[in-house]
């Protein structure tokens, strides 16, 4: 039997990649804002509702490169409900990761929780859209208000995402955006970022270009983080695709919603009121004490069947070593909970409702009734 993935790259035909590069030898110019990358930022612009986008290498540079204008020893405060990238970003630049707990609706940092772990050293939330799901942004822009801390929201998942015309690139001081190969919207790798302040455009080019503002000398601590025209030119062709990508997501997601929503012990996230979904992911509870068995055995039948998931995410980035080892860390009980819980089943464009189905009977072979 075939194997199914948890995700699968969705590429456009060939032949448009192909027509979209053709530039690319005819002007000799593979990267450093070439006219695809222009053309992208251009696009991009309107696609997120944004003032001013940076692109990046990858989404974690484009972290990194928000995360380093703070002084070193400053706090953020931040979810441990998320992929190692928003953690690591905080901590390569010298910063200190507040872990604050997340709501159980939609697995994001919960606002309630925010103000008790705010000290004279807080800078920053860094809230993260998971799966898909916006953070409640209103409530977290009054607190960042009252005490005067910058927003900067890990948006990886929330490409497309719009709140009743609030689009997930407008939301916060700066978001930033992953445009990995497994995500909705891809150029093969990379990231953006998204702000409103055109003053901060001069000096994210000078970061990711070595901190040089004219090209001779670094004035600030910069590194190497340009999108390539190959991948900006991967990024256009997709752009293209990106509403029937996220068509064929839905049905996967109705499909695995109709199959799996009564089953007891199984916990699917309710679509967001007013939202207009991207379709990220396919994350599923399961609560073993109702469900028959736990996670892992689930995970483990699944794999003998040649269906691979991903507990994601799972640890909570808190408990990695270099977060024990080297901060205090805050107790976040619901955080726990879910990532002891959470399973990402397949879901990707060429997702057929046949394999959905794979997947669910195999889920439910698993449950006692």
């Not at 990358?37 to 484009?62: C, D, M, R, W, Y």
């Amino acid at each position: 039997m075939e194997r199914i993935n948890v995700t699968r790259p969705s590429l456009p035909p060939i032949e448009e990649y192909i027509e979209e590069i053709q530039g690319i030898w005819e002007n000799c110019w593979l990267t450093n804002n070439g006219p695809k990358h222009q053309q992208l930022v251009t696009e991009l612009t309107t696609a997120l509702g944004a003032k001013e986008i940076s692109l990046f290498s990858n989404g974690h540079q484009a972290l990194e490169a928000v995360f380093s204008f703070f002084p070193v020893g400053s706090e953020v405060i931040t979810t441990p409900f998320t992929f190692a990238s928003t953690t690591l970003a905080i901590i390569r630049c010298g910063l200190i990761p507040v872990f604050c707990d997340i709501e159980s609706d939609f697995y994001t940092l919960d606002p309630e929780c925010i103000e008790k772990l705010i000290t004279e050293k807080t800078v920053a939330i860094a809230p993260v859209h998971v799966y898909g799901n916006l953070c409640d942004w209103r409530r977290i822009a009054e607190i960042a208000a009252k005490y005067n801390l910058k927003v900067i929201y890990d948006a990886a998942h929330a490409f497309g995402v719009v709140d009743l015309g609030n689009n997930a690139g407008s939301l916060g001081d700066l978001s930033m955006f992953s445009f990995h190969a497994t995500k909705v919207f891809h150029t093969i790798e990379g990231g953006c970022l998204t702000y409103n302040d055109p003053t901060l455009s001069k000096k994210l080019a000078a970061w990711r270009q070595f901190g040089m503002y004219d090209g001779e000398q670094s004035e600030i601590v910069g590194t190497n983080a340009k999108l390539t025209e190959f991948a900006a030119a991967m990024g256009l062709c997709n752009l293209r695709h990106f509403a029937n990508q996220v068509n064929l997501r839905r049905s996967a997601v109705f499909r695995y919603r109709e199959r799996l929503l009564s089953q007891p012990g199984l916990i699917l996230c309710n679509e967001q009121q007013g939202v207009t979904p991207n379709y990220a992911y396919m994350p599923v509870r399961i609560k073993p004490e109702q469900f028959g068995c736990d996670r892992n055995a689930i995970v483990d039948f699944l794999m003998r069947q040649d269906i691979f998931v991903r507990k994601y995410f799972y640890p909570l980035t808190s408990d990695f070593p270099i977060c024990r080892g080297n901060f205090s860390i805050q107790e976040t009980p619901i955080a726990r909970e879910i990532s002891n819980q959470i399973l990402c089943l397949p879901l990707y464009a060429d997702l057929t409702m046949a394999e959905v189905d794979r997947v669910c009977d195999a889920i439910l072979e698993t449950a006692v009734n």
